[in-house]
C-alpha cells in the first residue's frame, strides 16, 4: 500500500483544513487508518483512527470534538477534517495504514506503512 497525504497549509487559528490520504491497491477496505502528527523536537504522536469495518473512530484527546476522521472506501481515500486550529495543531501530518487495524490502533509502531506527511502551520 502506498499512501499520499495533502491538504496541509498554513491558517490562522481557529481556522479549518481537510487533510487527504489517497492510497493505492484494491484492498484498501480491510485496512484501518491513522493520523498521527510530529511537531519539530517531538515524538510523533496519534490523532485519530478508523477501523477497517464499521467506520468506529477513535481520537486523541487533543482532537476530539474538533477534528474528524472519515473514509471513501470507494476512492481510496481517508480524510482529517480539522477546525477550530490552535496553533499547538501545527506539526507535519502523517496518514497510516494497518491490516485489520481497529480503534486500538494508536500507536504508531502498529502500522506497516506511511504517507510522507504534510505540513501544517496554525498562526496565532
Known amino acids: 500500500v502506498q499512501l499520499q497525504a495533502s491538504g496541509g497549509g498554513l491558517v490562522q487559528a481557529g481556522g479549518s483544513l481537510r487533510l487527504s490520504c489517497a492510497a493505492s491497491?484494491?484492498?484498501?477496505?480491510?485496512?484501518?487508518m491513522g493520523w498521527f502528527r510530529q511537531a519539530p523536537g517531538k515524538e510523533r504522536d496519534f490523532v485519530a483512527v478508523i477501523a477497517w469495518s464499521g467506520g468506529s473512530t477513535y481520537y486523541a484527546g487533543s482532537a476530539k470534538g474538533r477534528f474528524t476522521i472519515f473514509r471513501d472506501n470507494a476512492k481510496n481515500t481517508v480524510y482529517l477534517q480539522m477546525s477550530s486550529l490552535k496553533p499547538e495543531d501545527t506539526a507535519v501530518y502523517y496518514c497510516a495504514a494497518v491490516k485489520f487495524g481497529t480503534i486500538g490502533s494508536v500507536t504508531a509502531r502498529q502500522y506497516d506503512y506511511w504517507g510522507q506527511g504534510t505540513q501544517v502551520t496554525v498562526s496565532s
Open positions: 491497491g484494491r484492498t484498501f477496505s480491510s485496512y484501518g
